[in-house]
């Protein structure tokens, strides 16, 4: 099987794997626990903590382990939205936000929040513009994603921060498919609510992370609650944060190689897919908008992404329609079509997202089944 | 280190870790991608989902995957507290529950749900006479544990589930200590709703499942998600899962032998434990009242718990005063005040809860430091 859809989730690495075993023989007490089982663990649940907190350059206070991506995002909203004073409950997002800020939106807007969705442009980008146009006086937090899961396009983050900041306005930023790829730097991007997520990170799945900048007000969603300073209910999950930390540092330390390494498989996939009259056309115009360089999103021009999926699977080959987390729904992604695509143009998209140990000879065989559909298509 | 705080955590058994080991290397995909990567993932989900429902004698359709013990009792009880008919919306439970459910009562009375707080009797128990007396017309919801965490205290479900079934009113149960422990069986319990969690039967940390009774109306919490039919949004943890019902199913093929080997520990603590003249008392007359084998709950009865901890922890010897998810809070357990205990005599109380592996050998140990202590303390 050549697996192209890391974007949807990797394996664990060797490393993280064998973190995990480690500590789950050595390290299992309850890091609430007061004896020395549980102060290991804490012991353990805090160095994982300074690590994290060193990868994005946050400060350890300001991070709180969840189960996941999802998880972060609802808890975060959720608990920064709550800590907004009265005056500042207006809450600004994008069309284009994971599933689970979408879902969320839809609940909040339900219990009577004020919340104003923000188009990008046609290149899927949220301008200064854009953004300015719907900041209002009574706007607490902007929660804009760092890059789409789908398309990969990266936000100007660097550019948007500043114009929040000037306003006293909170920023929160899903950086689950950027974290480990590209830099996540709390002073540099700005951000002072992130969410971050293990399984993309070749950590285990199951893991997640919240951070909040020191110093920004939020209240707990289930009040009480002890573990992880009132954030997350539930026994914390030391082993598997031990293993996912392991993964990120592994994957900061090698970051500028694996860009060199994914926008070379990405470079052959597109040159060689012209050479062979392959009809793949990215989403965007890639020498203007900075996109992910592990996801190569794309349109094929005379077939529905889900045949292309299907066609490509048949071969042994994993690629995507779309985010996974939306798998199975008959509807266009919002996110391509906030590029302009039509329906029918949008249901032509197809994702192939590379790994660490993704090869040219992998992307030769997905360009070798492309080929083939592309002609039994004519 | 000498490990005697088994209801707090446990470490994965070497066959979970195996499976989780296998899991990751061979079924890593997105059980949501609709590729066989994807594929492999759900089929494996789904004979998790079989497997489960066989340990509880219930049916696949009604598990629900978590990420664990606590957010099971959140999802569930919000989930089917939503999916009630309006002229039913009285919740009922106990003053005795696990802190992840004492918080959510806290949260939903605030929010204004009408809910009441059964004591149990003098003897930790919800008798008939005391679910009658609060159930009403309007009842639509009771939640009782199935054990103590603390105590360890078993409620007589069978007594009580008759009462509810034949008022249409449905039950909750949080399973978490008596799963894999003593038979968890739908029908005979007479459960609509179960909470398990993994880590409890040596499978990993950050899984967890709900079982809703096919039939049970409910909402889901976070409109929109697609995962677990709705209930639970974020990626599936699979390998985590393959490996918690790998864990579940070993522990239900020993319960027996794991039971008998239990009760010899038991046995022995308290039996040596007075013929040595350590002034160690059972939280509850053993005779008369139904108590998990492998958690010890009693009162040292010249000194505090935390004392107690400590000085065993001082001798390498892990035992609890308490719930860990209760861990570092100063007042007295409402679980050990509700057998009618006075503060200073609920600060009394240690938990020594015992594992697979634990020896006699490993229990004298104990006995000795609680000897020593208890001689100090003359």
Redesign the interface.
């Known amino acids: ?1 050549i ?1 192209l ?1 890391y974007a ?5 690495s060797d490393e993280a ?1 064998q973190v ?2 480690e500590l ?2 050595e390290v ?3 890091a ?7 102060g290991k663990a804490e012991h353990i649940l805090k160095y994982c903590r300074r690590q994290l907190a060193g990868l994005i350059h946050g400060h350890e206070d300001g991070i709180y382990f969840t ?5 972060s995002n ?1 808890l975060a909203l959720q608990s920064v939205l709550n800590g907004l004073p009265a005056a500042r409950r207006h809450f600004v997002t994008t069309s284009v936000e994971h ?2 800020i ?3 939106v ?2 909040l807007q ?1 219990q009577g929040w004020d919340i104003s969705v923000m188009q990008p442009d046609s290149s899927g980008r949220i301008t200064p513009e854009i953004l300015l146009s719907h900041v209002r006086e009574d706007t607490g937090l902007v929660s804009i994603q760092h890059a789409n899961s789908e398309t990969g396009i990266i936000q100007d983050l660097r550019e948007l921060s500043p114009i929040l900041k000037k306003r006293n306005i909170l920023l929160h930023t899903d950086a689950v498919q950027t974290f480990g790829k590209i830099p996540v730097h709390a002073d540099e991007l700005g951000f002072d609510v992130l969410t971050v997520s293990s ?1 993309k990170v070749y950590g ?4 997640g992370a919240v951070y909040i900048r020191p110093g920004v007000e939020w209240k707990p969603l ?6 992880e300073k009132g954030f997350r ?8 944060i031990g293993a996912f930390v392991t993964a990120a540092a592994a994957m900061a330390g090698q970051m500028k190689e694996l860009s060199l390494h994914f926008h070379e498989l990405r470079s052959h996939l597109f040159t060689e897919g012209q050479r062979l009259g392959i009809p793949l056309q990215p989403v965007v115009d890639e020498t203007r908008v900075q996109v992910l360089p592990h996801i190569a999103g794309c349109y094929f021009l005379r077939a529905e992404g ?1 045949y292309i ?2 066609e ?2 048949r071969n ?1 080959i ?4 779309g985010s ?6 008959q509807e266009p992604s919002p996110s391509v079509k906030a590029l302009g695509a039509s329906d029918q143009e949008a249901l032509r998209f197809i994702r192939i997202s590379f790994g660490q140990h993704t090869t040219l000879q992998e992307i030769d065989s997905l360009l070798n089944t492309l080929h083939e559909t592309a002609i039994s298509k004519l």
Chains 1, 2 share one sequence.
Do not use: W
């Open positions: 099987m697996y859809d949807a989730s990797a394996p664990m794997m995990f075993h789950n023989q299992y007490g309850n609430s626990s007061l004896h020395d089982a549980g189960s996941g991506g999802t998880e609802i599933s689970s979408r879902n969320l839809f609940m339900s399984h285990p799945k199951g893991v289930y009040p009480g609650t002890t573990h209910p539930g026994t914390v999950n030391v082993p598997g889900q999926m299907l490509c699977n042994g994993c690629i995507s329609a996974a987390c939306a798998a199975g729904q």
